[in-house]
């Protein structure tokens, strides 16, 4: 199952989604005879980037973490 496409964190992929909505709206026919597939693939290119700037974001925060946590640790084997 995929999850819901139209959340608070997709907002900057809200066009590209809508269109391929709307291209999926025109019937079955339209999609099963690719009609659809360019809207898809700017669907997941957007989102591919989304996915990108998160991961680059939560790497960030994780090594600022890290460097705390073994500050702490310094800190703590310094005071034993």
């Given at each position: 199952?995929?999850?819901?496409?139209?959340?608070?964190d997709n907002?900057?992929?809200?066009?590209?989604?809508?269109?391929l909505d709307e291209c999926h709206a025109r019937g079955f026919m339209w999609k099963a005879v690719g009609m659809c597939n360019d809207a898809k693939t700017n669907v997941n290119k957007c989102l591919r980037a989304q996915r990108?700037?998160?991961?680059?974001?939560?790497?960030?925060?994780a090594k600022l973490k890290n460097e705390q946590t073994k500050k702490h640790w310094e800190e703590i084997d310094s005071n034993s």
């Open positions: 199952m995929h999850p819901h496409l139209h959340t608070k907002r900057a992929c809200e066009e590209v989604m809508t269109i990108l700037e998160r991961t680059k974001a939560n790497r960030e925060a």
